[in-house]
């Protein structure tokens, strides 16, 4: 009776997770112009649209170029205040690490608008530059909390032995610390590149003409619903899906090593 009710609210529960999904990506199938019952399909004319259509490949593209470049640098800005802080001690560590984790809990707005400022007085102007940026902010703590969680005993000992083989400090991190941390950086790497390619708030308020994918999905949003706008956002959908299905297949794969 136990394991019935446990499957009972396993599929309650996903349901109520992927059911918004599911009808997502259904009426993005529709042969009608507004995705709305009945359903009227299948259809791909749609999904031939989107993908004709230049403004949202352009977009695309956008969001790809940041969401890597934004996620990479985030990465080794993460990784090296990781291993400095995990092993050296330094003056005011503690409060060092607060301070790197600090941008987990502030909203999106509130560093949006910061930066906005910030880049107005500096002479940056709204641009996917200033938006990488934005966004390696946003992601800089969070592959710092990965990587510096991930550094034990293990690492820190052949850190220890390669030293005294006479490793020099970036011999040490390129060919023992890497590679030892390589599941978490991937962890890290394809999390932040899932962050930045769904993030809207800060690709607002920091674009201007070259806009990222959720930006120009909310243009078209604006002219009201039809199921082209299920279409991009099941192709966001299945990025997304497809970015944590290679990160679970690494993690998974380097654990059986």
């Not at 703590?141 to 990587?147: N, S, T």
């Not at 034990?152 to 005294?164: F, I, L, S, T």
Request: include cysteine; proline fraction near 5%.
């Amino acid at each position: 009776m136990g394991r019935v009710l446990g499957w009972i609210y396993m599929a309650v529960l996903y349901g109520f997770i992927f059911l918004p999904v599911g009808v997502l990506v259904l009426y993005s199938f529709q042969e009608g112009r507004l995705p709305v019952p009945p359903f009227n399909g299948p259809s791909f004319k749609w999904y031939a649209q989107v993908l004709g259509d230049r403004d949202l490949m352009a977009a695309l593209g956008n969001s790809f170029i940041v969401a890597l470049l934004s996620s990479a640098v985030a990465l080794v800005l993460g990784f090296l205040a990781a291993h400095a802080l995990a092993r050296y001690r330094l003056p005011g560590s503690v409060l060092m690490r607060g301070l790197l984790i600090a941008p987990m809990t502030v909203s999106y707005l509130i560093i949006a608008l910061g930066l906005l400022t910030v880049f107005n007085q500096i002479g940056i102007r709204p641009s996917l530059l200033a938006t990488g940026i934005g966004h390696v902010v946003i992601n800089l703590p969070l592959c710092f909390a990965i990587l510096y969680a991930a550094m034990g005993d293990q690492q820190k000992n052949a850190e220890r032995a390669a030293r005294d083989l006479g490793a020099s400090e970036l011999r040490i991190l390129w060919l023992v610390s890497a590679p030892m941390l390589m599941a978490p950086m991937l962890a890290a790497f394809f999390l932040s590149v899932t962050f930045s390619w769904d993030e809207f708030i800060i690709a607002f308020l920091l674009t201007r003409f070259d806009v990222t994918l959720p930006v120009e999905i909310w243009s078209m949003l604006r002219s009201g619903l039809s199921p082209k706008t299920n279409a991009i956002g099941s192709l966001v959908f299945l990025v997304s899906v497809s970015l944590l299905i290679v990160l679970e297949l690494a993690i998974f794969r380097k654990a059986r090593r």
